[in-house]
């Protein structure tokens, strides 16, 4: 019974954790965005852009938040950097803006993900310049030297200012440099048709009569905010910033421990550096197996992932070299990452249940492609889970079931031994030896689901793919709550009903919690996502399901054997 209650006020706190985290983020406020004019929002994110990156074969250092001035980054600039083209791109997932200054991406708005599902022309912008949610990915070349460079400050020239990809499956949007000494960079944005991927390439063609040695970059320029675990503060509960992968493992990287510690830095092959806000993602990704330097740091209001190559490469006058980077843009959409490497799907943390969330998401992602609809899908798969468990929670549901068929005679114990807790323990326990029940055994169900049940609500939370996902009727997102609570109170009704097919408990402190249970149930669930509820729901009808059949069965069984006993009795003499 202590086992029992243990379990119960155990669910009980973890529910209301539960409870205060999907309220606050359903009532936090979207943070605002300040409009800029165009002159700011092209001169003043550049104009204090990081500085450019150190080769690592000249120093260990890699691109840190330093201070660069328009005196300095900008000064090789033909024009003022608020003249600079924009060059606009729209695919059938993507608009984005691109700056001739470094090519650098800007502003990015995801098509199909607006900010909430009643205002559809409200787009989640990932990137954006000058603004509260400032974001950049600047790439570029950095080479030895005083000279002219290729990166994120030098003003590029394009063949034209909007690209559509239209009918076609991809589209290349050329960009073109030079020093005017003989080495020119020709750089190459690729986007392909319902893909958030960015291929980007920088061939170098070196047409001096000295070598050129340099090495390629790319970082990230994010807004950083400030975590504190208050109750209108969204980002105290899903991680917002930098994260970095370096070969083995990822790893966010805390404001607070950047402010006070410094740069993070680490050299390997295979990483990648990323952005993340929830359920969307800004990364870059090198070319695998080749080795580079991974720098993240953190400055005021904003932070800096950045990765440079290492060691620089050699260009000897009249050759060229090719440098590739992949950038991704947009939602966390597994499949997608993983095309690009099957590290990036990390970004998708589902904690440390992980190892029943990941298999969980994939299966109902399988459901979800033969029925095309998430809500249905839930259901399918939490029918699923309940065959595989079946032998599991049976016994445990003929336990009960027969704990409800001798309740008479305990009860007539209790009766009997009302004054001597010592023997009424001593009989209690005879009696359940001598029916073969186990009155623990009733845990066993809470403690089969509640694993599930968080990974459930760590699936509903983390994966963009039931991000705004409707069901039926009046559940239009899967991932908030049920506008008009009908959900939860079905739930509550529900559980209601279990209780009927199930044993009272002895223990009166228990019996009280285990009727104002539905209650609170229905209260804690009221802020729940409609997903996470609707798997309840179907967990529950199926275990009344079970239990009325285990009950019907059992009852039958000590009918029968009261009638031999009966039977057995006439014929005794």
């Known amino acids: 019974m202590d086992n029992q209650r243990l379990i119960i006020w155990s669910t009980f706190g973890l529910l209301l954790w539960l409870t205060y985290q999907a309220w606050v983020q359903d009532h936090a406020p979207v943070p605002a965005t300040q409009a800029t004019t165009n002159s700011e929002q ?39 950097a608020d003249l600079a083209p924009i060059i606009h791109v729209q695919t059938d997932v993507l608009d984005i803006d ?69 009918n076609s499956d991809e589209l290349i949007v050329p960009l073109t440099w030079t020093d005017g000494q003989g080495v020119s960079v020709e750089k190459t944005l690729r986007f392909t048709r319902g893909s958030y991927r960015i291929d980007i390439s920088q061939q170098l063609i070196n047409d001096s009569n000295a070598n050129w040695r340099g090495a390629s970059y790319a970082q990230i ?74 720098n993240v740091s953190a400055r005021g209001d904003r932070s800096l992932a950045s990765l440079i190559g290492t060691p620089s490469i050699i260009v000897s006058p009249g050759s060229q070299h090719t440098f590739e980077t992949t950038a991704f843009v947009g939602p966390k959409l597994q499949a997608q990452l993983e095309e690009i490497a099957e590290s990036l799907k990390l970004t998708v943390d589902y904690g440390w249940l992980t190892i029943i969330s990941q298999p969980l998401f994939w299966l109902l992602s399988f459901v979800y492609s033969f029925v095309g609809n998430w809500g249905v899908a839930i259901i399918s798969v939490t029918v699923l889970i309940k065959v595989a468990f079946y032998k599991l929670t049976e016994a445990s549901g003929r336990s009960m079931a027969k704990m409800r068929e001798i309740q008479p005679r305990m009860k007539s114990l209790q009766d009997r031994y009302k004054d001597d807790r010592q023997a009424l323990s001593q009989a209690m326990m005879e ?11 009733g845990c066993l169900p809470i403690l089969i689901q509640m694993p599930f049940f968080l990974a459930f609500y760590w699936a509903l939370l983390e994966s963009v793919e039931m991000r705004q996902a409707p069901f039926v009727l009046w559940i239009t997102d899967l991932s908030s709550k049920d506008p008009y609570f009908i959900l939860p109170i079905i739930m509550g009704a529900a559980m209601l009903f279990q209780q009927k097919l199930n044993p009272t408990p002895g223990d009166p402190v228990q019996a009280k919690v285990m009727q104002i249970m539905p209650i609170m149930f229905t209260v804690f669930f009221a802020f729940f996502p409609s997903g996470l509820v609707l798997y309840w729901v179907t967990n529950t009808l199926l275990s009344i399901a079970q239990q009325w059949y285990i009950n019907k069965v059992v009852h039958e069984e000590a009918a029968a054997r009261k009638g031999k006993k009966k039977n057995k009795e006439k014929q005794t003499p």
Not at 267 to 279: F, K, L, P, V, Y
Not at 431 to 441: I, S, W
Request: charged residues 20%; aromatic residues 6%.
């Open 221 to 294: 320029l994010r807004r950083s905010r400030e975590a504190e675990r208050t109750m209108f503060d969204v980002d105290s509960y899903s991680f917002d910033g930098p994260v970095i992968y370096d070969g083995e493992k990822s790893e966010k990287m805390q404001r607070d421990d950047l402010l006070s510690d410094g740069a993070y830095s680490v050299t390997a092959a295979n990483g990648w550096i990323g952005s993340i806000q929830h359920h969307f993602l800004s990364a870059v990704v090198p070319p695998q197996n080749e080795q580079y330097v991974y």
């Open 431 to 441: 009696l359940y030896k001598r029916e073969k029940v186990n009155p623990a055994a």
């Open 42 to 80: 092209l001169a003043a994110p550049l104009a204090d852009a990081p500085g450019l990156p150190v080769l690592p074969a000249e120093s260990s250092g890699t691109p840190q938040l330093a201070d660069a001035t328009p005196s300095s980054d900008l000064a090789a600039a033909d024009a003022p």
């Open 98 to 166: 691109i700056s001739t200054i470094g090519g650098t991406l800007q502003r990015a708005s995801l098509l199909k993900y607006p900010v909430h599902k009643d205002q559809p022309d409200v787009l989640i912008e990932l990137l954006s310049p000058g603004t509260a949610e400032l974001g950049m990915i600047q790439t570029g070349l950095n080479s030895a030297g005083d000279g002219p460079k290729a990166n994120h400050t030098a003003r590029y020239s394009a063949e034209a200012t909007e690209y559509i990809l239209g």
